[in-house]
């Protein structure tokens, strides 16, 4: 049991990776529809390119979308709307009219006249409220027939035979004029205007009702596919009625109610799928980035973004398939590359699209527009601290996924006519979506303690805390560091190499030098040397202990570990040759390993850039007379011996990229010491 428990200690960061694989896994399974999936891609417009197809089983053909929109269009323009005719209201309006008449008709009219007046209200009040009125919102046709309902029952009638509040006015005139009673005009309408009311309204929820019931009432098959009919033929054009069988079985068969056996194996085949794929990423991480690897954090951090992609697009989908590109899928790149490398995002990426392409419709087409997009990403983006860059990425990004969708929809459509603008406005919605990978880096460096170019742009700012303590307590190491920080940025520009990162590992490399700062020659202002006090082996050991107090100081103040790697690097596993030397002078044969750094040896080209720089920063004090044959022989002969001693054996830094290097370091010392070329004699 004892032996179980200290293996288990042993191997408790491989436990822990066995648990994150197989709990993404199961939380991608889980994320993913358990329906049957159609075996074979639909190639509209194209041959068919499996064998001839047969039906599986008896299905009914699908109406297109466009013929289910033309049978609802159809039935919007011959359905009938319901009005409601109210007769309360017509008889309080009579009333009205019989009251009005004797406070606006004078007492001294004739008989003859009163009975003509009360004649003419009673016949225009019935032929106003024979039909209704209406205070007309939504004009229709006057042919239009309507259903005006007057309590339970319902009549048939056209749209012109109610009168419109607006056309009132008018048929008073009409009228009065009929009846040659153009002296009362003025007292008539005043009198009519001061008592109709409308009584006819559009009942909406009635309208709605039928018309939901009429749309409930179509049909959205148009025949059916008896089993072992043929579909399509090899070779065969899938376009048109053929197409829309294939579509028909493609839905069929997916929306199929499974069994619990099919259901199960379903699961055991995505399973199996997921399974492959995210081993294939785990196995990348283990061969070409194993110090990630060996981090359970970093790890840890890529398996979660591949999760947070595959719920995005699945809230989405669930939601509305059509809006499956506003999902920012390019933000995972984008995120890993910011904290990471090109490679592995793009890696990550791709196996991330593979594991999408099980659920979208259109697996193809998408799958090839969020690669091509992945790469843009990868081959554009830079200096992501900079918002011009990132905006930059952004609109290149969404131009790629423009040009993709159409050029796909001219190919399967042989036109521009089936363009939808809307997936634009799709794309440049997921490109704004995009630009959130900034505040989502900055939460990522909180939430998992990682570092991206924007903290390292903070962390180049010499007004730090720390680095204004390095400058008070050792002026010599910060203005040396500062050499070895514009050296090592240059050298980085040259070779492609992540100059901001290799900057900032130079600003802070030395720190360890403030506990002990007069040991440094660079920091002895006075002709007293700490050393001379010394034996070789106890100074050296001062001098190696530098790089074990700066990273103590690098932890006590949160540097990120990226910047840790420089302190622990840029010296390798070399020895203080100086005291070494001086040692043998003295004692002859001595252990050379009490004077050796320890290391580890760079591991990237930018902590090989450091070790570089610094070396021949440090010793390029020591020229007397700096001509630009002396300073090339220096260079050389420098890091000549960090190469025969195997200090870049660990990093994938190139013979080119380090002669490049050589090359800037010559140019930058011959600039600082102001020569000139030499002329011959």
């Not at 309590?151 to 056309?167: A, D, P, R, S």
């Not at 419709?361 to 091509?372: A, K, N, V």
Request: hydrophobic share 40%; glycine share 4%; aromatic share 12%.
């Amino acid at each position: 049991m004892k032996s179980f428990i200290n293996s288990l200690y042993k191997n408790q960061d491989l436990f822990y990776k066995v648990f994150l694989f197989l709990l993404t896994t199961f939380l991608i399974v889980y994320l993913f529809p358990k329906g049957g999936k159609f075996k074979y891609e639909i190639p509209k417009g194209k041959p068919w390119q499996y064998e001839n197809l047969y039906a599986p089983f008896d299905f009914a053909i699908l109406k297109s979308p466009e013929e289910i929109s033309a049978e609802r269009e159809e039935i919007n323009k011959t359905h009938i709307p319901y009005y409601d005719y109210n007769a309360d209201i017509a008889a309080e309006v009579g009333a009205a009219l019989q009251e009005q008449f004797s406070r606006v008709f004078p007492d001294t009219l004739t008989r003859n006249e009163t009975n003509r007046l009360r004649e003419f209200i009673e016949n225009t009040y019935e032929e106003i409220y024979d039909g209704g009125l209406l205070q007309e919102i939504v004009p229709l046709d006057s042919d239009q027939l309507i259903y005006l309902r007057e309590g339970n029952e319902v009549v048939e009638t056209t749209y012109q035979n109610i009168i419109k509040q607006n056309q009132l006015r008018d048929l008073l005139n009409r009228r009065i004029d009929q009846a040659q009673l153009q002296i009362f005009r003025e007292e008539l309408i005043s009198l009519f205007f001061d008592s109709v009311k409308p009584n006819v309204t559009y009942n909406e929820a009635l309208t709605q009702s039928d018309l939901e019931s009429r749309y409930n009432q179509i049909s959205y098959t148009r025949g059916n596919v008896e089993r072992g009919t043929i579909i399509v033929a090899k070779g065969e054009v899938v376009e048109g009625n053929k197409l829309q069988i294939l579509n028909s079985l493609k839905a069929e068969y997916e929306s199929q109610v499974w069994s619990e056996a099919n259901y199960n194996w379903v699961i055991v085949g995505y399973t199996m799928l997921v399974f492959l794929a995210l081993l294939m990423l785990m196995l990348f991480i283990r061969k070409y980035r194993y110090d990630i690897f060996q981090n359970n954090i970093k790890v840890t951090f890529i398996f979660f973004n591949v999760t947070i992609m595959v719920l995005l697009t699945m809230v989405v989908i669930r939601f509305n398939v059509e809006y499956i590109y506003v999902v920012p899928l390019c933000i995972l790149p984008l995120t890993l590359k910011g904290f990471f490398d090109s490679r592995l995002g793009l890696f990550t990426h791709v196996i991330t699209v593979l594991l999408l392409g099980f659920i979208v419709p259109d697996s193809y087409e998408y799958m090839f527009l969020q690669i091509i997009a992945g790469i843009v990403t990868i081959l554009t983006v830079s200096e992501l601290y900079k918002r011009a860059n990132l905006f930059i990425t952004v609109g290149q990004i969404t131009l790629v996924y423009i040009l993709s969708y159409f050029a796909f929809t001219i190919i399967q459509e042989g036109s521009i006519n089936e363009v939808e603008p809307e997936t634009f406005l799709m794309f440049i919605l997921g490109g704004l979506a995009t630009l959130f990978v900034q505040p989502l880096i900055y939460a990522y460096e909180k939430i998992f303690g990682l570092v991206s170019d924007m903290s390292l742009l903070e962390l180049s700012d010499t007004n730090t805390k720390l680095l204004k303590e390095l400058s008070d307590k050792a002026p010599g190491t910060f203005h040396h560091s500062l050499n070895v920080a514009n050296l090592a940025e240059a050298a980085a520009n040259e070779i492609n190499a992540n100059s901001m990162l290799v900057r900032v590992g130079a600003l802070y490399h030395d720190i360890g030098k403030m506990k002990d700062p007069t040991y440094f020659t660079e920091n002895q202002t006075t002709s007293v040397n700490s050393h001379d006090e010394l034996s070789p082996k106890e100074s050296a050991q001062i001098i190696i202990e530098h790089v074990i107090n700066g990273i103590e100081i690098a932890k006590k103040r949160n540097l990120p570990d990226r910047v840790i790697d420089f302190i622990r690097t840029h010296h390798g596993t070399t020895t203080v040759y100086y005291f070494l030397k001086k040692a043998q002078d003295n004692e002859g044969e001595v252990n050379e390993d009490d004077f050796r750094y320890p290391g580890p040896m760079p591991f990237s080209k930018e902590t090989a850039i450091l070790m570089m720089c610094d070396s021949v920063e440090a010793a390029s004090r020591s020229i007397k007379e700096p001509t630009s044959r002396v300073i090339d022989e220096f260079v050389e002969k420098i890091i000549n011996k960090q190469m025969e001693e195997g200090q870049f054996l660990n990093s994938d830094i190139t013979f080119m990229e380090i002669q490049l290097v050589k090359k800037v370091l010559k140019r930058k010392l011959k600039n600082i010491y102001h020569l000139r070329i030499e002329y011959p004699e």
